[in-house]
């Protein structure tokens, strides 16, 4: 997936010093890199990278289409169509969708979730299943739509970067074995309209890396 193209340098920097903030050159959007406050850790519990009882990093995007009837997997990404999404809509207009990106191996293991006040107009967007689970007052790593940015920072901390509209949360947990290493990145990012949450997005992806 784009944004797990990290730079040795973090790495090297959060094993050195786990008690402190890395900056680094980080890729927040594809193609784009910006200066990134990377923090240590993973900062979730299980309960915060869960939504409608799907978790990123465990359940599957089989497990949500077995769960929400009539859902369906759709390709989208590059040409060779790397990520696949299901994606769910609510009465409101609020929408859910669920990728597996190309590190979500063959079990399509979901490693990001989007949470929306409304569909995007983007050509890449897929298709989404109507769902009576779907709304706009649920939460994404414990982050709700139509909230104030004062309102996130005061609840997550200050931004590792910002980006036009939208600002961004890295983190980095990296621990040591006498065979490999395990890496968990996780990314929150939350944008913004007329000063209100109305797109937020949580990534996560756990990787073993062999000494």
Same mark, same amino acid.
Request: aromatic share 6%.
């Given at each position: 997936?784009?944004?797990?193209?990290?730079?040795?340098?973090?790495?090297?920097?959060?094993?050195?010093?786990? $008690?402190? *903030?890395? &900056?680094?050159?980080?890729?927040?959007? /594809?193609? =784009?890199?910006? /200066?990134?406050? =990377?923090?240590?850790?993973?900062?979730?519990?299980?309960?915060?990278?869960?939504?409608?009882?799907?978790?990123?990093?465990? +359940?599957?995007?089989?497990? =949500?289409?077995?769960?929400? @009837?009539? $859902?369906?997997? @759709? *390709? +989208?990404?590059?040409?060779?169509? $790397?990520?696949?999404?299901?994606?769910? !809509?609510?009465?409101?207009?609020?929408?859910?969708?669920?990728?597996?990106?190309?590190?979500?191996?063959?079990?399509?293991?979901?490693?990001?979730?989007?949470?929306?006040?409304? /569909? &995007? &107009?983007?050509?890449?967007?897929? #298709?989404?299943?109507?769902?009576?689970?779907?709304?706009?007052?649920?939460?994404? #790593?414990?982050?709700?739509? *139509?909230?104030?940015?004062?309102? !996130?920072?005061?609840?997550?901390?200050?931004? @590792?970067?910002?980006?036009?509209?939208?600002?961004?949360?890295?983190? *980095?947990?990296?621990?040591?074995?006498? @065979?490999?290493?395990?890496? =968990?990145? &996780?990314?929150?990012?939350?944008?913004?309209?007329?000063?209100r949450s109305n797109r937020i997005e949580l990534s996560r992806i756990e990787t073993h890396e062999p000494h």
């Amino acid at each position: 997936m784009w944004y797990h193209k990290r730079i040795l340098t973090v790495l090297m920097l959060i094993t050195a010093t786990e $008690s402190a *903030n890395s &900056t680094t050159q980080f890729e927040v959007e /594809p193609g =784009v890199s910006v /200066p990134v406050n =990377v923090i240590p850790g993973s900062q979730f519990s299980d309960s915060h990278l869960r939504i409608l009882d799907q978790t990123i990093g465990q +359940s599957t995007l089989n497990d =949500v289409m077995a769960k929400f @009837s009539g $859902s369906r997997e @759709s *390709n +989208s990404g590059d040409a060779a169509g $790397s990520v696949k999404t299901v994606c769910l !809509i609510g009465k409101d207009k609020s929408v859910v969708a669920f990728e597996s990106g190309e590190m979500g191996s063959a079990k399509a293991q979901i490693t990001k979730v989007k949470l929306q006040s409304a /569909p &995007t &107009t983007s050509t890449q967007e897929p #298709a989404c299943t109507p769902s009576r689970s779907v709304n706009r007052h649920i939460k994404l #790593a414990g982050t709700g739509l *139509n909230w104030s940015r004062q309102q !996130i920072e005061k609840d997550k901390g200050t931004p @590792s970067a910002k980006l036009g509209d939208c600002i961004y949360y890295v983190y *980095n947990s990296t621990q040591q074995s006498k @065979s490999k290493t395990r890496v =968990v990145d &996780t990314m929150l990012k939350v944008c913004f309209t007329n000063g209100r949450s109305n797109r937020i997005e949580l990534s996560r992806i756990e990787t073993h890396e062999p000494h």
